[in-house]
């Protein structure tokens, strides 16, 4: 048999060492790979709640649409109203007077009975 005492002493400072370069190695490619899963878990993560708040606009949207209207609602509709009234009233009182009418009046005021009498036959028909 082979004696065990012939073994060299340095046999088990090698074998710790290599034992030791193997297990740091794993440990930083699991590090790496950690940090991998976890960037792949925070883009899911991301995107799960960019879904999540899309949906949320479309049911408030749903919602909205086919709630009854309120009291505070008309009320913003008829001052939107209001407002676009007074625009247009502004904006017809910039329009130039209308020619067919000014042609008319021109001519009752300048004219004599005949006139008058073409637009008191124009009165009751319209």
Do not use: C
């Not at 792949?40 to 606009?57: K, L, N, P």
């Not at 009320?75 to 209308?98: F, G, H």
């Amino acid at each position: 048999m082979a004696d065990r005492g012939s073994t060299p002493p340095r046999l088990p400072d090698a074998v710790r060492e290599a034992v030791e370069r193997t297990l740091e190695a794993t440990r930083e490619s699991a590090q790496t790979t950690r940090s991998r899963a976890q960037e792949a878990v925070d883009e899911i993560v991301r995107g799960a709640e960019a879904g999540a708040g899309a949906v949320r606009e479309r049911v408030r949207g749903a919602i909205d649409e086919r709630r009854p209207v309120t009291t505070d609602d008309l009320r913003e509709v008829r001052a939107e109203l209001r407002a676009i009234r007074r625009r247009l009233d502004t904006i017809e009182e910039r329009l130039p007077a209308r020619r067919s009418g000014a042609k008319r009046n021109a001519g009752a005021a300048r004219g004599g009975s005949a006139a008058r009498g073409r637009a008191a036959a124009r009165k009751p028909g319209k």
